[in-house]
């Protein structure tokens, strides 16, 4: 099945600051590459997927790009700003899982004024 | 529309006491899910039901049954709860199962004492 690595947090920045979270997959053929967000107290909604290499999933001010050749799904933010505070997990979905999501542990960032 | 609704929001059970987890969604999707979300662990999938009249295990199902009632609704009810079952439970649908969005409910978190 398919698996996720992604970057161990917490996350602490100030407002302004530019954010990069990583994640790297193992998955079989082609997978598609979702970003989920989950703000405190409520349940994940998507942020932005990529379907295909080279794609990139953008969102909110958010961007990943899909590098097939380095297996990754980088999360980026130019300017963070204190309501992007909340849990993100990255996530691929391919048939190697039988077409079902397999989240990372998830990463919480704290954005503070 | 209110997209993915679950009842209760709260619950705390005793070790040993049954209760189903109700979920239900407006949006005439075809897939639904149970996900459990416990610290560092980030989500993991129990069962899933990829059309009406179909469920299928999914990592973690051994303690959980599930029942897909008709197109809308897919419930959750564990027999005789453990406190392992203590955790937050995430209910999620989408068009079909492959690459489309999933939507979230709020969660219920269950405490078992």
């Known amino acids: 099945g398919d698996s996720v690595t992604q970057m161990e947090g917490p996350v602490t920045l100030s407002e302004e600051a530019f954010l990069t979270i990583n994640c790297t997959y193992t998955?079989?053929?082609?997978?598609?590459l979702f970003w989920y967000v989950q703000y405190p107290g409520e349940g994940l909604q998507l942020l932005l997927k990529?379907?295909?290499?080279?794609d990139k999933g953008s969102n909110k001010g958010f961007e990943a790009t899909y590098r097939k050749e380095t297996t990754s799904f980088h999360l980026e933010k130019g300017s963070v700003q204190v309501s992007d505070s909340a849990v993100y997990f990255c996530?691929?979905?391919?048939?190697?899982?039988?077409?079902?999501?397999?989240f990372g542990k998830g990463t919480l960032l704290t954005v503070n004024p | 529309n209110a997209g993915v609704t679950q009842t209760p929001k709260f619950q705390v059970l005793k070790t040993g006491q049954s209760m189903t987890l109700q979920c239900a969604q407006d949006m005439n999707h075809n897939s639904m899910y149970w996900y459990r979300q416990d610290p560092g662990m980030g989500l993991r999938l129990i069962y899933y039901?990829?059309?009406?009249?179909?469920?299928d295990k999914g990592e973690v199902p051994n303690g959980y049954n599930v029942s897909r009632l008709n197109k809308r609704e897919f419930s959750l009810r564990l027999e005789s709860a453990a406190p392992s079952q203590t955790s937050v439970y995430f209910c999620?649908?989408?068009?079909?199962?492959?690459?489309?969005?999933?939507?979230f409910g709020p969660g219920t978190r269950l405490t078992v004492l």
């Open positions: 039901s990829a059309s009406e009249g179909t469920t």
């Open positions: 990529a379907t295909k290499a080279d």
């Open positions: 998955a079989t053929g082609y997978p598609s």
């Open positions: 996530a691929p979905l391919s048939g190697g899982s039988n077409y079902k999501l397999t």
């Open positions: 999620a649908s989408s068009l079909r199962t492959g690459g489309n969005e999933q939507f």
